[in-house]
């Protein structure tokens, strides 16, 4: 009897379950909005693989964009809300760049009372994101990075140095990571970190907490799908993906910073100055934009382009004063969006040169040939058309960030059709699979720098890494100009070849936001003859 109410009890449950699912997925239809016919089981198949993390980010992109296929947008139904999904070039375009006012936000939660460190720029919405862009927007000029690029260089060195003592199979991603956070550190808050130390098992408070941001435990993904489902909930009782201590290790690491160079009068030359001396300017003339135009005035002419589309000219745009707290949170968000994006590029592109000798050996001879009458700096590296090529194309084949989202903050009509895009809907734009579309790039599996000899030519909405218009990555030449340091300096000196440690067939790790191999990446460095 027992068991008859239990089974008949779990029976209605599923049926209910049945029943709510299916008046779901009419949502789309009744919306009139191009969507992907999905049936209940499959739905539920495909959060499963999310949610059970069942395959890796970039697969469960594909999935997606495959699809939608034949569509140039589409609805689905999101794990917690419905997202439109983009695939056509032009909507992406449009979207991004075209028509951004509409969908300037991303779907990221901010609350600056009770989580500061969320007040970054990546996070920020509407006018307020606008305000601190424009002043953010020197951080990466030509000027600061020839500057910077000393640091780079000093950093190369030092991994270059440190592989070449070792015999023996070396992980690329443990390697390149203690890289990136070297420079990054050193960027963001003039710290000198020695990151390479920590391959050679010694340890550093700084290196662990920035590693503890990007480990996806269990419990971290448990509160990464409470947050997504939850929302309200997960405010309510304080649930933050982010640990307690990791917050306060950062917090009072740019508190004291700041203390010391207040204390000491002592000026640095990073990111964090940068924003101590807005602050300090704020506090004598007011947080007027127009004192940040007269820094525009002395911008060489490729800089233009970091103000390009900042409209700050409408009212309530032009204030943003800068509190300890958001010095923090902008500091926090260059370090953690900035050293595993960048690892995972150099991972990519030591992967793809290990593979393709033939690659490797165009651009040893590019470096060498450059090299013969030319010093090593930042004008020789930034003069490399091939080197260039291969990072771009590198950044295609596996772009780090595999989609992108934006929120729509007023409804738009799409051009030319009858379809709607509402205020709040959520949109996605899956870069990994349109960078690997077929259509786009001819036998998107190979490795081909050739695709960017005139990186003109490529179709607009296509290729975009780094994301696309005004709220496009703010380091992107930095990030770039740091690839390419590394790079020629571990080519110049050495080869690369893929050591049998690495497991084959390769298979990417589930547990991550990015492209991380299952295993690891294994390589041997020789020194060239
Ligand atoms: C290869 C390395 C990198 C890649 C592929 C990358 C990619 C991206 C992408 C795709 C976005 C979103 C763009 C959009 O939504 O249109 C973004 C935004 C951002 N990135 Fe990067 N990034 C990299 C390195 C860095 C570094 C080194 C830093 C900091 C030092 C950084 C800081 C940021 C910030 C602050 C934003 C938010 C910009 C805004 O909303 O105004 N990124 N990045």
Redesign the pocket.
């Given at each position: 009897m027992y068991i008859l109410v239990t089974a008949i009890l779990g029976g209605l449950i599923l049926l209910l379950f049945y029943v709510k699912t299916s008046q779901k997925l009419l949502y789309w239809k009744e919306r009139n909005f191009p969507y992907a016919e999905i049936t209940v089981f499959e739905l539920y198949r495909k959060m499963s693989i999310f949610v059970f993390r069942l395959k890796s980010m970039d697969a469960v992109v594909k999935d997606m964009y495959d699809s939608g296929a034949g569509m140039k947008y589409f609805g689905q139904i999101g794990l917690h809300k419905n997202e439109i999904v983009l695939r056509d070039p032009d909507m992406v375009y449009n979207v991004?760049i075209k028509d951004f006012t509409y969908f300037m936000d991303?779907p990221f939660p901010v609350d600056e009372k009770t989580d500061p460190l969320s007040g970054?720029?990546?996070a920020?919405k509407g006018d307020r994101?606008r305000a601190l862009?424009y002043k953010l927007a020197p951080t990466f000029t030509t000027g600061k990075l020839r500057t910077m690029s000393k640091q780079l260089f000093e950093s190369a060195d030092s991994i270059v140095e440190y592989v070449s003592h070792k015999h023996e199979p070396l992980e690329v991603k443990q390697l390149v990571y203690s890289y990136?956070l070297d420079i990054?550190a050193s960027?963001?808050f003039g710290m000198k970190v020695d990151a390479h130390k920590y391959l050679d098992g010694e340890r550093s408070q700084f290196v662990d907490m920035s590693l503890r941001f990007f480990q996806m435990t269990k419990w971290r993904f448990f509160k990464f799908i409470m947050i997504t489902l939850f929302k309200d909930f997960s405010k309510a009782v304080g649930l933050t993906l982010t640990e307690d201590d990791v917050k306060a290790f950062f917090f009072d690491l740019v508190r004291d910073i700041i203390q010391h160079r207040k204390e000491t009068g002592r000026k640095s030359n990073d990111?964090l100055q940068l924003m101590m001396n807005m602050k300090e300017e704020d506090e004598k003339y007011g947080a007027k934009m127009s004192e940040m135009k007269k820094e525009m005035v002395n911008l060489e002419e490729e800089d233009k382009e970091l103000f390009e589309n900042l409209d700050t000219s409408k009212k309530g745009t032009q204030h943003f004063e800068f509190t300890d707290a958001n010095l923090a949170a902008?500091t926090f968000?260059?370090?953690s969006?900035?050293?595993e994006?960048?690892a995972?590029?150099l991972t990519f592109a030591l992967y793809e040169l290990s593979n393709n000798p033939a690659v490797q050996q165009k651009l040893q001879d590019e470096i060498d040939s450059t090299l013969i009458d030319q010093e090593l700096d930042f004008a020789t590296v930034s003069s490399m058309a091939y080197l260039n090529q291969v990072v771009l194309e590198v950044?295609r084949k596996h772009?780090?960030?595999a989609l992108?989202?934006?929120h729509c903050v007023q409804d738009y009509k799409i051009p030319g059709t009858g379809h709607v895009i509402r205020k709040d809907d959520e949109i996605v734009i899956p870069?990994s699979s349109i960078q690997n579309d077929p259509e786009f790039f001819p036998d998107p599996e190979v490795f081909n720098p050739d695709r960017f000899v005139d990186p003109d030519s490529i179709r607009k909405g296509t290729y975009?890494?780094?994301?696309?218009?005004?709220?496009?990555?703010?380091?992107?030449r930095?990030?770039?100009l740091?690839?390419k340091v590394l790079l020629v300096n571990l080519l110049m000196a050495l080869n690369v070849k893929m050591s049998s440690k690495t497991k084959t067939p390769i298979k990417f790790q589930t547990e991550l936001f990015t492209k991380s191999f299952d295993g690891g990446l294994w390589v041997e460095f020789e020194a060239r003859n």
């Amino acid at each position: 009897m027992y068991i008859l109410v239990t089974a008949i009890l779990g029976g209605l449950i599923l049926l209910l379950f049945y029943v709510k699912t299916s008046q779901k997925l009419l949502y789309w239809k009744e919306r009139n909005f191009p969507y992907a016919e999905i049936t209940v089981f499959e739905l539920y198949r495909k959060m499963s693989i999310f949610v059970f993390r069942l395959k890796s980010m970039d697969a469960v992109v594909k999935d997606m964009y495959d699809s939608g296929a034949g569509m140039k947008y589409f609805g689905q139904i999101g794990l917690h809300k419905n997202e439109i999904v983009l695939r056509d070039p032009d909507m992406v375009y449009n979207v991004m760049i075209k028509d951004f006012t509409y969908f300037m936000d991303r779907p990221f939660p901010v609350d600056e009372k009770t989580d500061p460190l969320s007040g970054h720029l990546f996070a920020l919405k509407g006018d307020r994101w606008r305000a601190l862009r424009y002043k953010l927007a020197p951080t990466f000029t030509t000027g600061k990075l020839r500057t910077m690029s000393k640091q780079l260089f000093e950093s190369a060195d030092s991994i270059v140095e440190y592989v070449s003592h070792k015999h023996e199979p070396l992980e690329v991603k443990q390697l390149v990571y203690s890289y990136t956070l070297d420079i990054i550190a050193s960027v963001a808050f003039g710290m000198k970190v020695d990151a390479h130390k920590y391959l050679d098992g010694e340890r550093s408070q700084f290196v662990d907490m920035s590693l503890r941001f990007f480990q996806m435990t269990k419990w971290r993904f448990f509160k990464f799908i409470m947050i997504t489902l939850f929302k309200d909930f997960s405010k309510a009782v304080g649930l933050t993906l982010t640990e307690d201590d990791v917050k306060a290790f950062f917090f009072d690491l740019v508190r004291d910073i700041i203390q010391h160079r207040k204390e000491t009068g002592r000026k640095s030359n990073d990111f964090l100055q940068l924003m101590m001396n807005m602050k300090e300017e704020d506090e004598k003339y007011g947080a007027k934009m127009s004192e940040m135009k007269k820094e525009m005035v002395n911008l060489e002419e490729e800089d233009k382009e970091l103000f390009e589309n900042l409209d700050t000219s409408k009212k309530g745009t032009q204030h943003f004063e800068f509190t300890d707290a958001n010095l923090a949170a902008n500091t926090f968000i260059f370090i953690s969006g900035g050293s595993e994006t960048t690892a995972t590029a150099l991972t990519f592109a030591l992967y793809e040169l290990s593979n393709n000798p033939a690659v490797q050996q165009k651009l040893q001879d590019e470096i060498d040939s450059t090299l013969i009458d030319q010093e090593l700096d930042f004008a020789t590296v930034s003069s490399m058309a091939y080197l260039n090529q291969v990072v771009l194309e590198v950044l295609r084949k596996h772009p780090p960030i595999a989609l992108m989202n934006r929120h729509c903050v007023q409804d738009y009509k799409i051009p030319g059709t009858g379809h709607v895009i509402r205020k709040d809907d959520e949109i996605v734009i899956p870069v990994s699979s349109i960078q690997n579309d077929p259509e786009f790039f001819p036998d998107p599996e190979v490795f081909n720098p050739d695709r960017f000899v005139d990186p003109d030519s490529i179709r607009k909405g296509t290729y975009f890494p780094f994301g696309l218009g005004p709220r496009f990555c703010i380091a992107q030449r930095f990030a770039i100009l740091s690839i390419k340091v590394l790079l020629v300096n571990l080519l110049m000196a050495l080869n690369v070849k893929m050591s049998s440690k690495t497991k084959t067939p390769i298979k990417f790790q589930t547990e991550l936001f990015t492209k991380s191999f299952d295993g690891g990446l294994w390589v041997e460095f020789e020194a060239r003859n």
